[in-house]
Nanobody
Protein backbone atom coordinates (compact mmCIF):
# COMPACT_ATOMS: atom_id res chain seq x y z
CA UNK A 1 0.00 0.00 0.00
CA UNK A 2 0.96 3.61 -0.59
CA UNK A 3 -0.15 6.57 1.47
CA UNK A 4 -0.18 10.10 0.05
CA UNK A 5 -0.34 13.30 2.07
CA UNK A 6 -0.87 16.66 0.39
CA UNK A 7 -0.02 20.08 1.76
CA UNK A 8 0.26 23.66 0.58
CA UNK A 9 -3.30 24.59 -0.25
CA UNK A 10 -4.89 27.83 0.85
CA UNK A 11 -6.48 31.10 -0.17
CA UNK A 12 -4.80 33.28 -2.77
CA UNK A 13 -5.81 36.23 -4.89
CA UNK A 14 -6.18 35.93 -8.65
CA UNK A 15 -2.80 36.25 -10.31
CA UNK A 16 -1.02 34.82 -7.32
CA UNK A 17 0.94 31.61 -6.81
CA UNK A 18 0.85 28.52 -4.63
CA UNK A 19 2.92 25.39 -4.41
CA UNK A 20 1.36 22.09 -3.49
CA UNK A 21 3.37 19.16 -2.16
CA UNK A 22 2.51 15.50 -1.87
CA UNK A 23 4.69 13.01 -0.03
CA UNK A 24 4.33 9.27 -0.43
CA UNK A 25 4.99 6.61 2.18
CA UNK A 26 4.63 2.86 2.35
CA UNK A 27 5.45 0.69 -0.67
CA UNK A 28 6.79 3.62 -2.65
CA UNK A 29 9.17 1.46 -4.68
CA UNK A 30 6.14 0.45 -6.74
CA UNK A 31 5.34 3.99 -7.84
CA UNK A 32 5.93 5.28 -11.36
CA UNK A 33 3.55 8.10 -12.24
CA UNK A 34 2.60 10.75 -9.72
CA UNK A 35 0.28 13.61 -10.41
CA UNK A 36 -2.51 15.94 -9.58
CA UNK A 37 -6.23 16.03 -10.20
CA UNK A 38 -8.78 18.52 -8.98
CA UNK A 39 -12.49 18.75 -8.27
CA UNK A 40 -14.21 22.09 -8.43
CA UNK A 41 -17.56 22.67 -6.68
CA UNK A 42 -20.35 20.96 -8.61
CA UNK A 43 -17.97 19.43 -11.15
CA UNK A 44 -16.33 16.09 -11.75
CA UNK A 45 -12.74 15.42 -10.87
CA UNK A 46 -10.42 16.43 -13.69
CA UNK A 47 -6.85 15.79 -14.67
CA UNK A 48 -4.29 18.52 -13.97
CA UNK A 49 -0.78 17.14 -14.47
CA UNK A 50 1.36 14.03 -14.14
CA UNK A 51 5.04 13.22 -14.02
CA UNK A 52 6.75 9.86 -14.37
CA UNK A 53 9.78 8.56 -12.50
CA UNK A 54 11.87 9.48 -15.52
CA UNK A 55 10.59 13.05 -15.55
CA UNK A 56 8.11 12.85 -18.39
CA UNK A 57 5.27 15.34 -17.86
CA UNK A 58 1.75 15.82 -19.12
CA UNK A 59 -0.57 18.76 -18.50
CA UNK A 60 -4.20 19.65 -18.98
CA UNK A 61 -4.63 22.36 -21.59
CA UNK A 62 -6.25 24.61 -19.00
CA UNK A 63 -3.07 24.80 -16.91
CA UNK A 64 -0.31 24.65 -19.54
CA UNK A 65 2.09 27.54 -19.16
CA UNK A 66 0.82 28.34 -15.66
CA UNK A 67 1.40 25.16 -13.65
CA UNK A 68 4.58 23.12 -13.34
CA UNK A 69 4.72 19.59 -11.95
CA UNK A 70 7.99 18.26 -10.56
CA UNK A 71 9.17 15.52 -8.24
CA UNK A 72 11.99 14.63 -5.93
CA UNK A 73 12.32 10.86 -6.10
CA UNK A 74 14.66 10.74 -3.13
CA UNK A 75 12.09 12.55 -0.99
CA UNK A 76 9.20 10.61 -2.56
CA UNK A 77 7.50 13.93 -3.13
CA UNK A 78 5.69 15.50 -6.07
CA UNK A 79 5.08 19.22 -6.36
CA UNK A 80 2.67 21.40 -8.25
CA UNK A 81 3.81 24.99 -8.71
CA UNK A 82 0.78 27.05 -9.65
CA UNK A 83 1.15 30.56 -11.02
CA UNK A 84 -1.16 33.13 -12.57
CA UNK A 85 -3.99 31.55 -10.64
CA UNK A 86 -7.56 32.20 -11.70
CA UNK A 87 -10.83 31.87 -9.79
CA UNK A 88 -11.60 28.90 -12.07
CA UNK A 89 -8.65 27.10 -10.47
CA UNK A 90 -10.57 26.95 -7.19
CA UNK A 91 -10.93 23.28 -6.30
CA UNK A 92 -9.85 20.50 -4.02
CA UNK A 93 -6.55 19.24 -5.41
CA UNK A 94 -5.79 15.54 -5.09
CA UNK A 95 -2.45 13.83 -5.37
CA UNK A 96 -2.34 10.48 -7.16
CA UNK A 97 0.29 7.80 -7.65
CA UNK A 98 0.29 4.74 -9.86
CA UNK A 99 2.52 1.77 -10.66
CA UNK A 100 2.17 2.53 -14.35
CA UNK A 101 3.37 5.56 -16.29
CA UNK A 102 -0.08 7.12 -16.11
CA UNK A 103 -2.77 7.46 -13.49
CA UNK A 104 -5.26 4.62 -13.78
CA UNK A 105 -8.29 3.37 -11.87
CA UNK A 106 -5.91 1.47 -9.61
CA UNK A 107 -4.07 4.58 -8.48
CA UNK A 108 -3.52 5.59 -4.90
CA UNK A 109 -5.08 8.88 -3.81
CA UNK A 110 -4.47 11.48 -1.17
CA UNK A 111 -7.18 13.15 0.89
CA UNK A 112 -7.00 16.42 -1.01
CA UNK A 113 -6.08 19.99 -0.22
CA UNK A 114 -8.30 23.00 -0.83
CA UNK A 115 -7.16 25.78 -3.14
CA UNK A 116 -9.32 28.89 -3.25
CA UNK A 117 -8.58 31.73 -5.68
CA UNK A 118 -10.39 34.97 -4.99
CA UNK A 119 -11.18 37.51 -7.71
Amino acid sequence: QVQLVESGGGLVQAGGSLRLSCTASGSTFTINAMGWYRRAPGKQREFVATITTGGGTNYADSVKGRFTVSRDNAKKTVYLQMSSLKPDDTAVYYCAADRLSLITTKAYWGQGTQVTVSS
